[in-house]
């Protein structure tokens, strides 16, 4: 049996993988593998293991009609048609539960440096721009008691309020399409509307997935609706805000600061505005990237790769 990688995945799965006698071939260029490459690569494998943001489209799917099962090495299926691979029976499968952790990490990391200004700060310091101590023209702001608001209040959402409410001892309200038992009872988070949501926070931060209802959820009217001094941080996919509503509402300071780990598109342009922006923070989709979390997630990918070539049921199939 042969299975096709598209980016790099932790050596232990594929250790895992070689052990049960599958055989690994990789996608090895510094550059994101397009759809007819892919589909080249996947057509003398049995299985597919997706690492990025690789579109799994109907074409694809209609091309690697044989593949036997496809994990993604990641908790986000956006870029999958699950409809068209339920209906060609190619199981697909995901990374949940590993990653949330380190997921919040980065939303909680994203909101103290964009809090304290840190990105802009460290880049005057780059440019030769430290000359004095001068504390006025740069103040951040600070989070004790303040409000967070999460936007898909799951297990990811969970992890950023416990991180907040330890650190700084905020008050968490959540937005979600159904009510979170566990959060309210766990972690004393109040369910509010949407708008109650923009209305309330001090820091908004995005957990959710992107689908349809969520694309561009946060457009000038949204951000117009939140508090002139809230920070905004996106950690789950860069569709869900509008960049270019986003840098007017910031330039406008119609809200006070942001973070993302995701932009739209990825790469972000180095000449992006917001790169230039005081209160404003910007990584490249490291949400999951630490050692320990990489390395449960390419365990993960192997097992349902593993099961889906035995024809057993994933692990962590999604459908
Ligand atoms: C990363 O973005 C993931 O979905 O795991
Ligand atoms: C800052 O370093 C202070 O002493 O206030």
Not at 73 to 78: K, L, N, P, R, S
Not at 88 to 112: E, K, R, Y
Request: proline share 3%; with cysteine.
């Amino acid at each position: 049996m042969k299975v096709f990688i598209s980016g790099n995945i932790a050596e232990s799965g594929v250790k895992l993988l070689e052990e049960n006698n599958i055989a690994v071939t990789w996608w090895k260029e510094n550059r994101q593998i397009t759809v007819k490459e892919l589909i080249g690569a996947c057509q003398d494998v049995d299985a597919f293991i997706s690492v990025g943001p690789n579109k799994i489209n109907a074409d694809f799917l209609n091309a690697c009609k044989h593949l036997k099962v496809i994990a993604l090495h990641a908790v986000g299926f956006d870029n999958v048609d699950i409809k068209e691979a339920k209906s060609l029976n190619i199981p697909v499968g995901n990374t949940p539960g590993v990653l949330s952790g380190a997921t919040a990490d980065t939303a909680f990391l994203l909101m103290l440096a964009v809090s304290r200004k840190a990105f802009y700060l460290h880049k005057k310091i780059i440019n030769g721009q430290w000359q004095n101590y001068e504390p006025t023209p740069e103040l951040g702001i600070e989070l004790n008691g303040k409000t967070l608001g999460i936007f898909g209040m799951g297990k990811i959402g969970m992890e950023m309020a416990k991180k907040c409410i330890g650190a700084y001892g905020m008050q968490v309200v959540y937005h979600n399409r159904n009510k979170n038992e566990e959060a309210e009872n766990e972690i004393d988070a109040k369910y509010v509307s949407f708008d109650e949501l923009l209305k309330q926070s001090d820091v908004l931060s995005v957990h959710t997935t992107l689908t349809p209802e969520t694309k561009d959820k946060f457009n000038i009217e949204v951000f117009k609706k939140m508090k002139p001094e809230s920070i905004f941080i996106n950690t789950a996919r860069g569709g869900i805000h509008n960049e270019q509503d986003l840098i007017f509402a910031l330039q406008q300071k119609i809200i006070w600061g942001a973070g993302l780990d995701v932009t739209n598109p990825e790469p972000m342009n180095k000449d992006n505005s917001l790169l230039n922006m005081e209160s404003v923070a910007v990584l490249p989709h490291i949400g999951s990237a630490t050692q320990k979390t990489r390395s449960a997630m390419a365990n993960l990918v192997a097992k349902n790769i593993i099961a889906g070539l035995k024809g057993e049921k994933l692990p962590h199939q999604i459908w």
